[in-house]
C-alpha cells in the first residue's frame, strides 16, 4: 500500500519555465512533509518542507503548496535551471503526532531541465 | 562537521557473506535513522535510535539484519547471510529532535551493496 505516491515518473521543461511537480498520500495522520533532491551517487538532499497547520512554504525559487482536503503537495520551481535536473522526492511523517518522524517517500519524479 | 557521512560507499560481497556498514551522524543529533533503497524507489524506512536506544524496527527488517548505535554516536547495521535480494543502496540520516519537533534531518550519501 503506497502511502505517498509519485504518479509522474518524469517531466521535462524548458529553463526558464515553472517545474511543477506533484504527490498525493493517503494517511490523514501524516502532518509534516518535505522534498529532497537527489543526483545520482549521492543521498538525497533537502530542499523544502511544509507542516500541516500551513498550506504554502517558500524558499527563494521552490514554493511547496499542501491542500490537506486534497491530500495533496506540490512543488514549484520557478525558474527552472538546468542545475535543477535531479529526482525529486517527496516524503510524509506523522512526527508531530507521533514523535517518530520516521519519513515515508513516493517513487519520485526525475526532473529534466533543457537549456 | 561535515555532514552525515556513511562507510563504505560500496560493498560487494558473496551470497551468504556477512557485510557491516557505518553511519556517523551529524555530532549534535540525538536521532538516527537507517533507510534502504531499491532501484525505481524512494527510500523505506528501516529502523531508528533515540541516543543508544533503539525505539522502532520496520517489518523489513528481518532477523538477518541487526543495528547498533552502542555510544549513542555513530551506528553500524549488520546483514548477516547476505542474499542477492538485499542488493540496495543503505542510506543513514540523523537530525535533533527537541521540545516535540525535528531539526536537520540530514541524510548521508549511502552504502551501495550488490551481493553476487
Known amino acids: 500500500d503506497q502511502q505517498v505516491k509519485q504518479n509522474s515518473p518524469s517531466l521535462s521543461v524548458q529553463e526558464g519555465r515553472i517545474s511543477i511537480l506533484n504527490c498525493d498520500y493517503t494517511?490523514?495522520?501524516?502532518?509534516?512533509f518535505l522534498w529532497y533532491k537527489k543526483y545520482p551517487a549521492e543521498g538525497p538532499t533537502f530542499l523544502i518542507s511544509?507542516?500541516?497547520?500551513?498550506d504554502k512554504n517558500e524558499d527563494g525559487r521552490f514554493t511547496v503548496f499542501l491542500n490537506k482536503s486534497a491530500k495533496h503537495l506540490s512543488l514549484h520551481i520557478v525558474p527552472s535551471q538546468p542545475g535543477d535536473s535531479a529526482v525529486y522526492f517527496c516524503?510524509?511523517?506523522?512526527?508531530?503526532?507521533?514523535?517518530?518522524?520516521?519519513?515515508?517517500f513516493g517513487t519520485g519524479t526525475r526532473l529534466k531541465v533543457l537549456a | 562537521d561535515t555532514g552525515v557521512s556513511q562507510n563504505p560507499r560500496h560493498k560487494i560481497t558473496k551470497r551468504g557473506q556477512n557485510v557491516t556498514f557505518r553511519c556517523d551522524p551529524i555530532?549534535?543529533?540525538?536521532?538516527l535513522y537507517w533507510y534502504r533503497q531499491t532501484l525505481g524507489q524512494g527510500p523505506e524506512f528501516l529502523t531508528y535510535?533515540?541516543?543508544?536506544?533503539?525505539?522502532?524496527k520496520s517489518r523489513l527488517l528481518s532477523d538477518r539484519f541487526s543495528a547498533e548505535r552502542p555510544k549513542g554516536s555513530f551506528s553500524t547495521l549488520e546483514i548477516q547471510r547476505t542474499e542477492q535480494g538485499d542488493s540496495a543502496m543503505y542510506l543513514c540520516?540523523?537530525?535533533?529532535?527537541?521540545?516535540?519537533?525535528?531539526?536537520?534531518?540530514?541524510f548521508g550519501s549511502g552504502t551501495r551493496l550488490t551481493v553476487v
Open positions: 540520516a540523523s537530525s535533533l529532535v527537541a521540545g516535540g519537533a525535528n531539526y536537520g534531518y540530514t
Open positions: 494517511n490523514s495522520m501524516f502532518d509534516y
Open positions: 511544509i507542516s500541516s497547520i500551513k
Open positions: 516524503a510524509a511523517s506523522g512526527g508531530r503526532t507521533s514523535g517518530t518522524y520516521k519519513y515515508i
Open positions: 555530532s549534535e543529533h540525538n536521532r
Open positions: 535510535f533515540q541516543n543508544e536506544a533503539q525505539l522502532e
